[in-house]
């Protein structure tokens, strides 16, 4: 992983995840996300096998496969790896990298003070979930 490039701060104000934030907290963003690249093909959760991080799509696509169906593909500003940080459990899904992929990645142990710091980031994140809640519903009806 590296770190962030120069023009971090508005690369992370360009993604709808941190839009409420002003100029010092995208500052403080900016030390605490590192920045990483996957090839494609190159799966990066794992269905059933711990998960470790936040990751923050910056550019690419993803596809994310339950017991090897694909239920979704994610895209610029699209956020993963956060269902197993929150529970504590093994990741739901896999995602793996259908073009190359740029993303922001926290440690999945500052999660939680990340979240109780901007609670803003936190209520996106909660309305993002809900509509992924309310599309798998949709599908499974």
């Known amino acids: 992983m590296a770190a962030m490039p120069d023009d971090a701060?508005?690369?992370?104000?360009?993604?709808?995840?941190?839009?409420?934030?002003?100029?010092?907290?995208?500052?403080?963003?900016s030390h605490i996300f590192e920045e990483t690249t996957f090839a494609?093909?190159?799966r990066i959760l794992r269905q059933g096998i711990t998960g470790s991080n936040f990751y923050v799509v910056v550019e690419g696509e993803a596809s994310v496969k339950i017991d090897g169906e694909e239920r979704a593909s994610i895209g610029r500003g699209?956020?993963?790896?956060?269902m197993s940080l929150l529970?504590?459990?093994?990741?739901?899904?896999?995602?793996?990298?259908?073009?190359?992929?740029?993303?922001?990645v926290l440690a999945g142990p500052d999660l939680h003070g990340f979240?109780?710091?901007?609670?803003?980031?936190m209520y996106r994140m909660l309305v993002a979930m809900a509509r992924r809640l309310?599309?798998?519903?949709?599908?499974a009806g």
């Not at 699209?78 to 956060?82: A, H, I, M, P, R």
């Not at 990741?91 to 740029?102: G, K, N, S």
């Open 9 to 29: 701060i508005e690369l992370i104000s360009s993604l709808s995840l941190f839009a409420d934030l002003g100029g010092p907290q995208l500052e403080a963003i």
């Open 40 to 42: 494609p093909g190159q």
């Open 78 to 82: 699209d956020f993963f790896g956060e």
């Open 87 to 104: 529970l504590s459990g093994a990741p739901t899904a896999d995602v793996t990298a259908r073009t190359p992929l740029r993303c922001l």
């Open 115 to 121: 979240l109780d710091k901007h609670p803003t980031v």
């Open 134 to 139: 309310s599309a798998a519903n949709q599908r």
